[in-house]
């Protein structure tokens, strides 16, 4: 159960972490301590009845599911392959915006495959995702599950496809692979336990109008 009296965040290190910071400070929340220089998981704020858990980007939906967290900043990517299951999501962050896209060997023609019915091997991490884009479009593939480097997949033949995120594109290019696809745009939401939501009804509000009124155009 969460702890009465008590406000606590979960965010994840990085981008999420950083892109976060304005929003808590339009509520009046100062992190007091640096995620980076610090090995904390539990980190104080200026307010003794607020404080941030460190977890896992990916984990953020289950922290807040399970009451650990009452409030929590998840990317829309996380949370559709979480489910988002009683988790109240009442905001769009507009923070830590990327895409979803597919992405091939510049060698491989993807149209053409697409275009003959062929069964693509596609490699993500993202399989509730890729699954039901190709399943949209009508497109037999084969999904391998992988946790990371992706990119890695086409170039060693494991692949013919790869499902990630793309926000510059860089590393895309630096793996000579391009976009051929893109799935949907991506940003971080604000997800709130339902239990909380009931009993800490004031102070979650006030925290949900403040990140409201300064998110980023
Ligand atoms: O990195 P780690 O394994 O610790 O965890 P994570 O990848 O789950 O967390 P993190 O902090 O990297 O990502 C958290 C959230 O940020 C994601 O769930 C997305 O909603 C969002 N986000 C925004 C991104 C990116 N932009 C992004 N560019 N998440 C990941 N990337 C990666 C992408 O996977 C690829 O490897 O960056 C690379 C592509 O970037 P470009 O700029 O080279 O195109
Ligand atoms: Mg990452």
């Known amino acids: 159960m969460t702890t009465p009296g008590m406000i606590t965040l979960a965010l994840s290190?990085?981008?999420i972490f950083e892109e976060t910071l304005p929003l808590l400070a339009a509520a009046g929340i100062e992190v007091t301590e640096d995620p980076e220089k610090s090995r904390k998981l539990i980190l104080s704020t200026n307010r003794p009845d607020v404080r941030v858990v460190l977890v896992r980007a990916t984990d953020v939906p289950t922290y807040v599911q399970h009451g650990g967290a009452d409030i929590g900043v998840a990317g829309k990517d996380t949370l559709i392959e979480h489910g988002g299951d009683n988790l109240y999501q009442p905001l769009d962050?507009?923070?830590a915006k990327c895409r979803m896209s597919v992405?091939?060997?510049a060698d491989f023609d993807y149209a053409a495959a697409v275009k003959q019915?062929?069964?693509?091997?596609?490699?993500?991490k993202y399989t509730t995702i890729a699954s039901e884009h190709f399943a949209n479009k009508g497109v037999h593939v084969d999904l391998i599950k992988l946790y990371g480097s992706m990119e890695l997949a086409p170039l060693i033949g494991v692949a013919d496809a790869i499902v990630d995120l793309v926000s510059t594109?860089?590393?895309?290019?630096?793996?000579?692979?391009?976009e051929v696809e893109e799935i949907m745009q991506i940003s971080s939401r604000?997800?709130?336990?339902q239990a909380s939501l009931k009993l800490k009804r004031e102070a979650i509000r006030k925290v949900i109008q403040a990140f409201e009124s300064a998110i980023p155009a």
């Open 13 to 15: 290190k990085g981008r």
């Open 93 to 95: 962050l507009n923070i």
């Open 103 to 105: 992405a091939v060997r």
């Open 117 to 124: 019915g062929s069964r693509i091997r596609v490699a993500t």
């Open 169 to 178: 594109g860089n590393t895309l290019k630096a793996n000579h692979l391009v």
């Open 190 to 193: 604000l997800v709130v336990n």
